[in-house]
C-alpha cells in the first residue's frame, strides 16, 4: 500500500483534518448508514457548539396542508412557492423530512440530509405534485439470511431481505429528486447503491441498484486551497456527509462495496469559496481509491451555453461534473447555479428527459478553466415512437406496430403478428417494460413474452403458456411487479402467480385461484400493491382484496363484494391510490373511497355518477398523470369528469372531450398521452393531454389503423 493510502484509510482521526466538534468525528453516517438520527439535534444547537441555518426553496405547491421537520424538531408550515428558513440552527447534521403532505399533492424533498460546522445550509429543494412515480431498483449479492435497510431522501425505509427487486413505499413527486442510501448494512457485508441520486424526475426510476460483498474498499483523496477557517461537506454516493475542515488527505468513513461504484460531489460549499472535484467518479472497484481530490479557491467560473430542440411541454436536466442539477423547460441561454474553482474542470452531461427526448452536448468538458465558460451546446431531438399492441382474438395472436406521435406513420413490429392463444382478449405490460402478458379466454391460460426494448420484438417466455382458470378475461401485474392476476370469467375466481423477475415466468400462489363473483372480468390494484379489485359483471358488484406483501396471497376484505348500479365492464384506481372508479356499462361511473388500512370501500355516491346522454356502454376508465380528470370510453365518445383529488369526487364535464366509439381507454406512465382503441372503426387514437385542464388534443397523425378490433391496447412509447 502506498503511503498516501495507509494514511488515508487507516482509522480516522484529527490528522485527516475531518472536523472534529468536541471529541466527536463529524461525519453524517458513522457506523452503517448516512441518515441522521431522526432526533439529533431536534429543536436547536447545543449552546457553545458552532451551528449552521437550513432553508430552501418549494415550488409546485397548490395550497396549505405542507410542513416540513428539521431533525425531528417541530413542523414548519408552508403554503405557497417560494423560499423557507427553519427559525433554529442546529449542529452538525441536519435532515429535512415532510412531516404532513398537502391534500391531492405529494411534496418531495432533496438535498434533503447533509452535514456542516458553521456554514449555512440553502440547498433543500422540496418539489410538489399531483403527479408522482416510483423510485426502487435490484439488490445483488445480499448473503443468505442478511437484511439491509434503504433510505431514500433521508426517510422511508425499507427492510430488503433477499436479492431481487425493490420499490420504495412513497413515490416521488414529479420534478422531484431521489437520493438512495444504506441506512443499515447487513452483518460481515458492505452494501453500495449506484445510481443513487436523481434529479428531474418524470418516469418511474427502476435501475438504483445495491450491491452487496464481503469485501470493501476506501474511498477519498484530498483537499487544496481550502481557506483557514472554512469548512467544505463531501458526499460519496450522494450521501456519507463528511466535513473536511483544513487542506490535506480526506476519507469517507463508510466504505464501498468490491466491485461497486462510488460518486464524489460537494454538499456544502464553504462560505465565500467555490470547490470542485476531480475524478469523481468510478466504477468496478477493485483496490482502495485515494485520488478524488478536491480544489477550492475564491475565485471561482461559471458554466453555460445554449439548448436548442426541445419542444413544446418538454423538459431536459443537465449536470456538471456529476452533480448541481439543471433542469431546462425552453430554449435558449442556461447556466448552472454553481460555478467552478478556478484551475479546475467540468462536464457537462444530460440527465432526466421528456420521453422521447435525447440531447448531444458539445464543447462540453474541460480542465484548468481560468475564465467562464459560454459555449456549452445542448442540441435536442424528439423521438415520438410508440409501440403499440392489439389483440386480435378472432386469429389467436398479437399485432405489434411502431407509431409515429408526430405524424401518424405506422409500420409492423418485427416478427408480428405473435402468437398467442385461443381466443386472446386481454393484454398487460409488466412495469418494468421487459414483460408481456396475453390473458386467452378460449384457452384458459396466459402467454407470456420478453419484450425487446429497443424494437418491441416479442418472443415467448420459456414454459409458456401458463394455466389460468376458466376463461379469463384479463390479466393484472402488481405495480411492484411481483405477482400477477387474471380474472377467470366462468370459474368465478382469480388466479394469482408469481412473476419470476428474470425470466418473467409464472408460478401459482399458494392458495390460488382465489373466490370471485359472477363472471369476474376486469382487475385493478392500487399503486402500492396492496390492494386488488375486480369487477364481478354479472354479480353487478366489486370484489375487494388484500394483497400478502410476502406471498401475494389474496384475502377478500370485509363488506366485500360492493354493491354497483349495474354490470361493470371496467375499472380503474387513481394514481393516489385513495380511489377506485368501477365503469358500469348501464352510462354509469362509481367512485369509492378506499380505506389505506383495511383495503375496504365506501362509494361516494351509490347509484353512481351517470349521463342525460344515450351513450351506453361504458367499458373503460382512466385518468391524466395528475389524477385530476378522469376519461371514459363509451359508444359515442370519451366522457371526461373533473375529479375532486381531496374527495375523489367526479364533476361530469358537457359533452365528449373526443367522438368515437370506444372499448378501451390507457395512458402512458406519464399520464400526458392518452390512446382510445376504436373497437368499431378499427383505429388506435393517439391524445395529447393538456397538463393545465386535461383536455384532448390529437396527435397530427391519429388516427391510425390497427387490422383488428382492439380489445384493449398496450402502449410502450419510445
Not at 60 to 80: D, M, R
Not at 130 to 135: E, G, K, L, P, S
Not at 537 to 566: C, F, H, K, M, W
Request: aromatic share 8%; hydrophobic share 35%; charged share 10%.
Amino acid at each position: 500500500m502506498r503511503a498516501l493510502d495507509a494514511i488515508l484509510f487507516r482509522p480516522l482521526h484529527r490528522s485527516l483534518s475531518v472536523l472534529a466538534l468536541g471529541s466527536s468525528v463529524l461525519l453524517a453516517a458513522c457506523g452503517s448508514g448516512n441518515t441522521p438520527s431522526p432526533t439529533a439535534n431536534a429543536g436547536g444547537g447545543t449552546p457553545g457548539t458552532p451551528s449552521f441555518s437550513v432553508a430552501g426553496r418549494v415550488s409546485g405547491l397548490s395550497g396549505a396542508g405542507l410542513t416540513l421537520s428539521l431533525n425531528g424538531g417541530a413542523p414548519l408550515a408552508l403554503s405557497a412557492d417560494g423560499g423557507f428558513a427553519f427559525p433554529t440552527e442546529v449542529n452538525a447534521r441536519y435532515a429535512v423530512t415532510v412531516a404532513s403532505q398537502p391534500a391531492g399533492q405529494t411534496c418531495t424533498v432533496s438535498n434533503a440530509t447533509g452535514a456542516s460546522r458553521d456554514t449555512d445550509v440553502a440547498q433543500v429543494r422540496v418539489n410538489c405534485s399531483a403527479t408522482t412515480f416510483t423510485v426502487g431498483g435490484s439488490v445483488s449479492g445480499l448473503a443468505g439470511g442478511q437484511s439491509l435497510v434503504l433510505r431514500n431522501n433521508g426517510a422511508d425505509p425499507i427492510t430488503v431481505s433477499a436479492n431481487g427487486a425493490y420499490t420504495f413505499a412513497v413515490r416521488v413527486a414529479r420534478n422531484g429528486g431521489y437520493a438512495v442510501s444504506v441506512d443499515t448494512q447487513p452483518a460481515g457485508q458492505t452494501c453500495t447503491v449506484s445510481n443513487a441520486t436523481g434529479d428531474g424526475v418524470l418516469a418511474n426510476v427502476g435501475n438504483v441498484n445495491v450491491l452487496c460483498a464481503a469485501s470493501s474498499h476506501g474511498v477519498g483523496g484530498s483537499v487544496a486551497g481550502l481557506a483557514a477557517g472554512a469548512t467544505v461537506t463531501l458526499l460519496n454516493n450522494g450521501g456519507d456527509a463528511t466535513v473536511v475542515s483544513a487542506d490535506g488527505p480526506y476519507a469517507f468513513a463508510t466504505r464501498v462495496a468490491d466491485q461497486s461504484a462510488y460518486a464524489v460531489t460537494v454538499g456544502t460549499q464553504p462560505a465565500g469559496q467555490t470547490c470542485t472535484v476531480a475524478n469523481a467518479q468510478g466504477s468496478g472497484l477493485a483496490a482502495d481509491v485515494g485520488n478524488v481530490n478536491v480544489q477550492c479557491s475564491a475565485t471561482a467560473h461559471t458554466i453555460g451555453g445554449t439548448l436548442s430542440g426541445l419542444l413544446a411541454n418538454q423538459q431536459v436536466t443537465l449536470y456538471n461534473n456529476g452533480a448541481d442539477p439543471l433542469t431546462l423547460t425552453a430554449n435558449g441561454a442556461f447556466q448552472f447555479s454553481t460555478p467552478i474553482a478556478t484551475q479546475t474542470a467540468y462536464a457537462v452531461t444530460q440527465g432526466a428527459a421528456s420521453r422521447g427526448v435525447g440531447c448531444t452536448v458539445g464543447n462540453g468538458s474541460g480542465s484548468n478553466a481560468t475564465a467562464d465558460v459560454g459555449n456549452v451546446s445542448v442540441a435536442c431531438t424528439t423521438t415520438a415512437l410508440s409501440f403499440v399492441y392489439v389483440t386480435d382474438y378472432n386469429n389467436d395472436r398479437i399485432l405489434g406496430y411502431s407509431m409515429d406521435r408526430l405524424t401518424g406513420a405506422r409500420t409492423a413490429l418485427p416478427g408480428s403478428p405473435y402468437a398467442a392463444g385461443d381466443n386472446n382478449r386481454w393484454l398487460t405490460l409488466h412495469p418494468n417494460q421487459a414483460f408481456f402478458y396475453s390473458a386467452n379466454l378460449g384457452s384458459s391460460d396466459v402467454s407470456a413474452y420478453t419484450v425487446n426494448a429497443s424494437t418491441g420484438a416479442l418472443t415467448p417466455v420459456a414454459g409458456s403458456p401458463f394455466a389460468a382458470g376458466s376463461q379469463p378475461t384479463s390479466i393484472q401485474v402488481t405495480p411492484d411487479g411481483r405477482f400477477a392476476y387474471t380474472a377467470n370469467s366462468q370459474s368465478g375466481n382469480v388466479s394469482g402467480f408469481r412473476v419470476d423477475l428474470t425470466t418473467g415466468a409464472l408460478t401459482p400462489l399458494p392458495g390460488s385461484p382465489y373466490a370471485a363473483g359472477n363472471i369476474p372480468t376486469k382487475i385493478a390494484i392500487t399503486p402500492n400493491s396492496r390492494f386488488l379489485y375486480v369487477t364481478n359483471q354479472n354479480g353487478q358488484n366489486l370484489s375487494a382484496y388484500r394483497i400478502d406483501a410476502t406471498t401475494g396471497a389474496l384475502t377478500e376484505v370485509a363488506g366485500s363484494p360492493y354493491p354497483l348500479a349495474g354490470q361493470p365492464y371496467g375499472i380503474g384506481v387513481h394514481p393516489s391510490g385513495n380511489f377506485v372508479y368501477p365503469v358500469v356499462y348501464q352510462a354509469k361511473l362509481h367512485a369509492l373511497r378506499i380505506d389505506p388500512t383495511t383495503g375496504e370501500l365506501t362509494d361516494l355516491q351509490p347509484g353512481g355518477y351517470g349521463s342525460s346522454g344515450s351513450d351506453w356502454e361504458w367499458l373503460s376508465f382512466t385518468t391524466n398523470g395528475a389524477g385530476t380528470v378522469g376519461y371514459v370510453a363509451t359508444n359515442q365518445g370519451i366522457r371526461a369528469f373533473d375529479i375532486n383529488t381531496t374527495t375523489g369526487a367526479l364533476t361530469a364535464r358537457t359533452g365528449f372531450a373526443h367522438a368515437g366509439r370506444y372499448e378501451y381507454l390507457t395512458t402512458n406512465p406519464e399520464g400526458d398521452h392518452l390512446y382510445a382503441a376504436d373497437f368499431h372503426a378499427i383505429f388506435t387514437h393517439m391524445l395529447d393531454i393538456d397538463p393545465a385542464n386535461g383536455n384532448l388534443t390529437p396527435f397530427s397523425g391519429s388516427a391510425v389503423p390497427v387490422d383488428a378490433r382492439p380489445y384493449n391496447l398496450v402502449v410502450i412509447e419510445r
